[in-house]
């Protein structure tokens, strides 16, 4: 099973590290630990869950259960926390007792009755399968004849798999189950229409439009007396259905990309060929092959393998690495492959492991915050109060006018006589103040501002997997914009990662074409041949009777190799069984080299073969092989003539490896089998067979790519194993180093030079480098800490388990999809899907669209809170009236919070947002440029619509209607203009800083359909439903006063535009100030 719990081993695995006090390592989070305000979280990646708790409960909330909805569940994580401890206690005691009973004496006696074979398909059960797997029981598989018994039993053939086809697969399904668990099912629309009532402004107007309602039909009779409060209920109600609507669609896209990020790919062994099936695919009696970094996909049995070492942490808690062998072969699901490579075979699926109990107990997402929702809530929070405040002067000074008998009604008489005006009719009139007061609260509280940042990821998520992206972690997807530097691999992300060997020096000189042995000795084909076979991860599939292609599987780099070993004949399968395989030195990252030793047949030589880094390999050289077949001396000259080989291969961007073997004598291979397990291969005293130059093309449009992250204030650093020349040179093909003049140190550099240095040198140094070659995945960990330090947001690509570390560490990390190891997937926060450097270049992209889409929105709400408050309040307190009523505010809401998230949020990235520079983390959400749109849309609003308010009647040549009528009238030109002028704002939202709002508008097709829905909505509302909303129909003279009113928005914004802002952030400007009211408040 995929793992899909957020960070359930980051405790204890010893690929998620945080604080590497060894490598230099500092807490980044301990000054945001310490910042003032609770709402201060640059980074929540790595976020404490006090930190987390205190601006929950710093917020201003109306309905928790939907605020919160997209954020970490903190009661769930402890629930979750709580299962993990069981299950993982259950499993730490099977340990116990197996190694309890590892660690007694072996007494000779009768082991326990063995199982009575099923009556199915199968000589075994899946009970059976079950009791084995579960209890680390080694005597019942022995009783069962070993891992041969037992594959028979499974009708397996350990060598081939199973057969693989649709009723071999669909008959193990039905004996043993699928590799999937029963997920808790996601929350039904009904859910999203309760959570969406829970809104407590909501709830009182529920309350008010049943009085209301109650009191008019008393008083006014049913067919009349129901408008008001069956209006107001109306309203409350197609605002929950819009909200619990677009609630339930979020829900459904992050669903659907759940399900993506648990479909892990695995190759397993069928019908005699390596296959890619999805782990849901996998089955019982499945061959399936691990090597590091794999996640074991299932409960199994191990067949053979060399040096596997597993993290079992993910199960037990522990960090510990546990070896199998044949001694120890039982593994379990859901654990990662630490070291070495094998095969297993599969004893149990999905819910009938330890970890499919696991993930069938918690499988549902608890949610995750990201900085900028934490941010919305701290804005949210401050405006709420602000309008509670205004909502609260209201609610006073209406209740003061009206019960003092300063309230009119239109026609100059008092609402409110005192012992003459009903009990009825004062409680309505108070009821009608308090709907007010409350519509005040709904539209100045911004409920769905934090929200609306979900909706934006939840779009911009959909869009990166079109680009080849996959985001595991939300908060990733913002971080992104804010990545001042980019911290890439070469291989396969600015390699195609499609390798061929282009040269070769074999017996001592260069040979043409690389595979023309017809000058070589038959003992030096040999050698290579028997080197390249068995030293490999990678495995070579022919076709019976020659029908159909050679098929070659394995890393790139393995594939190259072995294809060049075909060309020299090589008979893959044959040359494997002519020797036995004593011990495996695994390719290690750190040393850049792997090795194996070979006992050879019928007699007691051991050839080890090394396959490495060619200048390494080269070093441990005293002799090489002739072309003859002769052993001769490696003597200065010869060393002379390799280096300057391996120099000359490097500067034509070619990977150089060299293949190398010793001989050894038997007597000095430990004899013991656990003694084995742990002998170092000798690896000095080596005799070259050959360097092979491995060419892989630069991608297509890599170089542009570099250059639009270089023109948008990225910088891109390449972090490589390869040789430093072969770095160097594809760093001038692909753009990052400009020409030779930059290829010096420290812009170029060896891993080991930078690892040398002191902490103060290499933050001093980290800056300035472009390229580090030979570097090991400790020095990347290195270097991302560097620049961190100095105040750089680091995004980091990596593929090996070792890169998990720099991974977890990074403020981004991107595995690779293709080439990456599940354990560095899951240290990631996004998952590149096709290994192009251009789709990293995409996701900056999509991180400044996702917060330049947050500041559209936060402008052009602000803008309607603003204007809409300072309308009504002045209204309210100058003439005991308010123009835009309940309903009409209620409309105002949802074209802002829903309606408005939805259009803006959506806008897809553009060229532009890679022509700035990258946001920075603590860069205020409201910048200059909008203080400076809001303020002129709301004082123009403002001022306009309060012209109207006080002057209308005579601006309008109303004075001969009837006073109701024309108040009516008046007030009706009032919201229609109000709502027109944030349909044409919308516009304006969309381009803060630029002068054509208008540019790719018709692309945005969602943003097109929201503003004709909400146009041709407001024509039906004032000309059909004006009985709801206390409205009259407006002549064709007063659609056109309001459009004309709406459109100078538009020319109003170009103008504004060319008003020039303060650089310094507003906040900056005023903090002397905050700074001395604080002095004086702590001196009172």
């Not at 492959?337 to 009938?352: E, F, H, K, P, Q």
């Not at 000795?521 to 076979?533: C, K, R, Y």
């Not at 092979?692 to 890599?702: L, N, S, T």
């Not at 900056?844 to 709400?861: D, L, P, T």
Request: aromatic letters at 6%.
């Amino acid at each position: 099973m995929a793992n899909t719990t957020r960070g359930s081993s980051s405790s204890s695995s010893p690929y998620h590290r945080r604080v590497d006090m060894e490598t230099g390592g500092v807490d980044y989070f301990e000054e945001d630990e310490n910042s003032s305000s609770p709402f201060d979280i640059p980074n929540t990646k790595n976020a404490s869950l006090e930190r987390l708790k205190r601006w929950r409960q710093a917020a201003l909330v109306l309905n928790a259960s939907r605020r919160f909805r997209y954020t970490l569940d903190l009661k769930k994580e402890e629930e979750k926390e709580q299962i993990r401890r069981k299950i993982r206690a259950h499993a730490q005691v099977i340990r116990a007792a197996f190694l309890f009973r590892e660690a007694g004496e072996r007494v000779n006696v009768v082991g326990p009755p063995l199982p009575s074979p099923s009556s199915g398909v199968y000589a075994i059960g899946q009970e059976q399968l079950n009791s084995m797997s579960r209890d680390h029981n080694f005597s019942v598989l022995q009783q069962y004849g070993g891992i041969r018994g037992l594959s028979d039993l499974l009708k397996t053939n350990l060598e081939k798999g199973i057969n693989g086809d649709d009723d071999d697969l669909l008959s193990r399904k039905n004996a043993f189950g699928s590799n999937t668990y029963p997920r808790k099912k996601g929350r039904s629309f009904w859910m999203f229409l309760w959570e969406a009532w829970q809104d407590l402004t909501l709830i009182i107007l529920m309350v008010a439009a049943a009085a209301s309602l109650a009191l008019g039909i008393k008083t006014e009779g049913i067919k009349q007396g129901w408008y008001d409060g069956g209006s107001i209920a109306f309203a409350v109600i197609l605002v929950i259905i819009v909200t619990a609507v677009s609630d339930y669609r979020q829900s459904l896209q992050f669903q659907n990309l759940n399900e993506e990020k648990r479909n892990i790919h695995m190759e397993v062994i069928r019908g005699g060929r390596r296959v890619e099936v999805s782990i849901f695919d996998i089955v019982v009696g499945d061959v399936v092959p691990l090597k590091i970094g794999d996640q074991v996909p299932a409960d199994g049995v191990l067949i053979a393998g060399h040096s596997l070492a597993i993290d079992e942490s993910s199960m037990t808690g522990e960090s510990k690495i546990v070896h199998k062998d044949q001694k120890a072969p039982f593994l379990m699901s859901g654990c990662k492959v630490a070291d070495g490579y094998g095969t297993m075979l599969v004893t149990g699926v999905g819910i009938n492991t330890e970890w499919g109990l696991l993930m069938a107990s918690i499988s549902e997402d608890t949610g995750e915050e990201t900085p900028l929702q934490v941010r919305l809530n701290g804005v949210a929070t401050f405006i709420g109060i602000v309008g509670l405040a205004v909502a609260f002067s209201v609610l006073i000074v209406l209740l003061a006018r009206y019960f003092t008998g300063h309230s009119k009604n239109p026609d100059g008489s008092v609402q409110f006589i005192k012992g003459k005006t009903s009990l009825s009719q004062a409680v309505d009139g108070a009821v009608q103040i308090i709907t007010v007061a409350v519509t005040i609260v709904v539209v100045a509280v911004p409920e769905g501002l934090p929200l609306a940042v979900t909706l934006t990821l939840a779009y911009s998520m959909r869009k990166m997997m079109l680009d080849k992206a996959l985001v595991r972690r939300l908060s990733a997807c913002e971080t992104m914009g804010s990545a001042t530097t980019i911290c890439s691999d070469k291989t396969g992300t600015l390699t195609l990662n499609q390798m061929t060997v282009v040269e070769a020096y074999v017996g001592g000189k260069k040979i043409a074409p690389p595979d023309g042995t017809g000058q070589l000795h038959d003992s030096v084909t040999s050698l290579l041949i028997e080197g390249v076979a068995h030293n490999t991860t990678g495995s070579v599939f022919i076709p019976e009777e020659g029908c159909g292609e050679i098929e070659v599987t394995g890393s790139p780099t393995e594939k190259a190799i072995l294809n060049w070993g075909l060309k020299l004949g090589m008979r893959f399968n044959d040359e494997r069984s002519k020797s036995e395989v004593l011990q495996v030195f695994p390719f290690n990252s750190e040393k850049k080299r792997g090795g194996i030793a070979l006992q050879m047949p019928d007699s007691e030589v051991v050839h080890i073969h090394w396959k490495g880094a060619a200048e390494l390999v080269l070093a441990s050289c005293t002799r090489y092989l002739g072309a003859d077949g002769n052993l001769r001396r490696m003597d200065d000259d010869k060393v002379y003539f390799f280096k300057k080989a391996i120099e000359d291969m490097a500067a034509g961007s070619l990977r150089c490896v060299a293949i190398a073997y010793r001989p050894y004598e038997m007597d000095k291979v430990p004899k013991d089998e656990e003694q084995r397990t742990q002998w170092n291969l000798p690896e000095d005293d080596l005799v070259l067979l050959a360097i092979i130059g491995i060419k892989d093309p630069c991608r297509p449009g890599v170089k542009d790519a570099v250059q639009l992250c270089t023109n948008a204030g990225v910088k891109v650093r390449m972090v490589t194993g390869d040789n430093l020349q072969t770095a160097r040179a594809i760093a001038l093909e692909c753009g990052i180093l400009a020409s030779d003049a930059d290829a010096t140190e420290p812009n170029l550099i060896e891993g080991r030079v930078f690892r040398a240095k002191s902490e103060k040198e290499r933050e001093e140094v980290a800056g300035l480098i472009s390229v580090m070659g030979r570097s090991s995945p400790n020095d990347k960990l290195l270097l991302v800490q560097a620049l961190r330090k100095k105040g750089h947001v680091v995004a980091v690509t990596g593929d090996g388990t070792n890169d998990a570390p720099a991974l977890h560490e990074a403020d981004i990390g991107l595995a690779m999809g293709i080439a990456g190891t599940e354990v560095a997937k899951e240290s990631s926060d996004i998952i590149i899907l096709d290994d192009n450097f251009a789709s990293v270049v995409k996701v900056v992209r999509w991180g400044r669209s996702v917060y330049a889409n947050i500041q559209k929105f936060i402008q052009f709400q602000l803008t309607v809170n603003v204007a809409a408050l300072v309308i009504n309040v002045v209204a309210a307190v100058s003439t005991g009236d308010v123009p835009l009523n309940a309903v009409q505010l209620l409309w105002v809401n949802l074209i802002m919070d829903t309606l408005g998230a939805l259009a803006l949020a959506t806008e897809p990235p553009t060229d532009h947002l890679m022509e700035r520079s990258p946001v920075g983390r603590r860069e205020p959400l409201i910048t200059n440029i909008m203080w400076r749109n809001l303020i002129i849309q709301a004082l123009y609003q403002v001022a306009v619509l309060l012209v109207l308010n006080f002057c209308g009647i005579k601006l309008l040549h109303l004075q001969s209607d009837n006073v109701n009528h024309a108040n009516k009238v008046k007030n009706t030109l009032i919201f229609n203009a109000f709502v027109l002028c944030q349909i044409f704002n919308e516009f304006n939202a969309r381009k803060p800083d630029e002068y054509n709002i208008f540019s790719g508008v018709t692309k945005n097709h969602l943003f097109m359909l929201i503003v004709g829905v909400t146009l041709v909505l407001q024509v039906i509302i004032i000309e059909f439903l004006g009985n709801f909303t206390k409205t009259v129909r407006l002549s064709w003279k007063l659609w056109l006063v309001s459009i004309a009113i709406a459109f100078v928005s538009w020319p109003l914004a170009l103008v504004g535009k060319l008003i020039p802002v303060p650089e310094t952030p507003l906040s900056e400007l005023l903090s002397p100030c905050t700074r001395l009211v604080r002095s004086r408040r702590t001196s009172n």
